[in-house]
Each structure stands twice: as structure tokens, then as C-alpha cells.
């Protein structure tokens, strides 16, 4: 009985964690990546002040995805930290926007949005190929509000 209680409890742990905010980011390191996304392998650990913070953002920013072969063909699973030029949006997508010449829509997934008066939003974002993506390419993520605004965007290559 007393493992079932301590499993218990590790997995309320767990989840309590999981679920606890990210420290708030500074003035100065929000308008350092205003209007940009982030891409990194996993969340990135505030830094001691905000010079080390911004570094480690810097250094955790992706700009080739490597992918997972999964049933729907090749799957790309990222964290993503959003900082957005505009907050107070209702709803928002990431648009994956084809890198050639013709610019064109690729795939779109909704993003959660906690607090819509948070300039930042982070999170854990998958797509696959089955979703239209094609492994090689280059695209721009554009993150874009309900009245089709882009509050943040980056370009990424699709291993």
C-alpha cells in the first residue's frame, strides 16, 4: 500500500509541475525578441540577469528541425517561445508558409493562448508530413492573431 500512495504522489508531483507558470520575462528581454518565435529543443532556462538570459535564447534558437520517422511520415515535435508584437488576441495559428518564391500556405495549427495580455506564450508544438509539410524544406512560421496580423515569425529547414 505505501507504494501505491508514494506513486500516487510522484504523479501529482508531476503534474503540479508540469502545470506551475514560467518565471516572467523582463521588459528588456521581451523587447529584445519582440515580434520573433523562438524554436528550441526544449524550454530554455532563464538565465542569473538578462544578459544571460537573452544568450541563452540565442544560442537554444533552432533554424534546421530535425525530424522523427512516425506513421504520418516524418514528425517534427519543438518548443516554442512566442514573443509577440501585439497581445490581446483572441485566437492564434502558426502558419507554415512554403520558403520558395510563391510563398504559399503550407499547413496551419492553432496555438493555445493562457493569458491573452501575456506578450510571451510558450509551448510544445508537432507537425508531421501527413499535415503538408515536405522534409528538406525551408518555411516561414508565421504566428498570426484573428484578424490575420503576424505578431511573431521565424524560417526554419525541415530535416
Known amino acids: 500500500m505505501p ?9 501529482v508531483l508531476a503534474f503540479f509541475a508540469a502545470a ?27 538565465g542569473a540577469s538578462d544578459k544571460e538570459t537573452i ?14 520517422a512516425a506513421d504520418g511520415g516524418q514528425t517534427w515535435r519543438f518548443h516554442y517561445t512566442a514573443f509577440l ?23 496551419e495549427t ?5 493569458d491573452v495580455d501575456s506578450p510571451v506564450l510558450e509551448g510544445n508544438l508537432s507537425i508531421s508530413e501527413s499535415q503538408g ?6 518555411y516561414l512560421l508565421l504566428l498570426v492573431n484573428d ?4 505578431v511573431a515569425k521565424t524560417s526554419a529547414i525541415f530535416k
Open 85 to 107: 508584437k501585439k497581445t490581446g488576441n483572441v485566437a492564434l495559428n502558426v502558419r507554415f508558409v512554403s520558403g520558395e518564391k510563391d510563398g504559399r500556405l503550407v499547413a
Open 147 to 150: 484578424n490575420g496580423e503576424t
Open 55 to 68: 544568450a541563452k535564447l540565442k544560442a537554444a534558437q533552432l533554424t534546421e528541425l530535425a525530424g522523427v
Open 110 to 114: 492553432p496555438i493555445p493562448i493562457p
Open 20 to 46: 506551475a507558470p514560467a518565471a516572467e520575462l523582463s521588459d528588456s528581454v521581451v523587447a529584445a525578441f519582440r515580434g520573433k518565435l523562438v524554436l528550441s529543443r526544449a524550454a530554455v532556462a532563464r
Open 133 to 138: 509539410l515536405t522534409r528538406g524544406k525551408a
Open 3 to 11: 507504494r501505491r500512495v508514494s506513486a500516487s504522489f510522484v504523479v
